[in-house]
């Protein structure tokens, strides 16, 4: 449970990002509810397919357990045409996941940056593309040479999960504790 409420905790500073370009705006609602239903559904199949099969065996990365899927023999005791579709998109399905996410925690992350970097002259430096640019290669370069670096999934899982827990719940404390000084 932990885990999943410091990640929607962490999501919800990429909505103003993500929904600044939109032009209609009334739609942005239904946009994020219809977004977030359909991955909620994915992610309960996912669970509900993965105990139901795999039972009280499941690895931490329950992805894995995917790796020899055969399905139900068929007559002559093969397996199934699907039988390999569907363990390698739940094999490839956390990594594809991830990259899928990857540039949008960029982008907001790297606006960010910008926006703390700037301060109050954010408005006037917004506007350079290289700047922009600059800011957001910082956001996304060292996660992907600290991937190329680590392999090992659960050294990467610890570290994440530490630090999405300090993001989520140290850091919004420290920012009230010292906003409050500077505001005396």
């Known amino acids: 449970f ?3 409420a410091a990640y929607a905790y962490i999501f919800h500073h990429s909505v103003p990002g993500l929904s600044e370009p939109v032009e209609d705006k009334k739609s942005l609602n239904t946009l994020f509810v219809v977004a977030l239903l359909i991955a909620f559904v994915g992610y309960a199949i996912l669970g509900v397919c993965v105990s139901a099969y795999f039972g009280d ?3 931490s990365s329950s992805n894995l357990d995917w790796q020899n899927f055969r399905g139900t023999r068929t007559m002559d005791g ?3 045409w699907y039988a390999s579709i569907v363990a390698c998109f739940v094999v490839l399905f956390p990594a594809l996941d991830v990259a899928s996410a990857y540039p949008l925690n960029s982008f907001t992350l790297g606006n960010n940056l910008m926006s703390a ?3 109050e002259d954010m408005h006037l430096h917004e506007k350079s593309r290289f700047k922009t640019s600059v800011f957001r290669l910082l956001a996304a370069v060292p996660p992907f ?3 190329c670096v680590v392999s090992e999934l659960g050294s990467i899982t610890s570290f994440t999960g530490l630090t999405g827990f300090a ?3 140290i850091v919004p404390a420290l920012l009230a504790y010292y906003s409050a000084i500077r505001m005396r």
Do not use: C, E, N
């Open 2 to 4: 932990l885990p999943i």
């Open 145 to 147: 040479l600290g991937a």
């Open 57 to 59: 065996k499941v690895q």
């Open 167 to 169: 993001i989520a719940f």
């Open 117 to 119: 970097f700037y301060g």
């Open 78 to 80: 093969s397996a199934p």
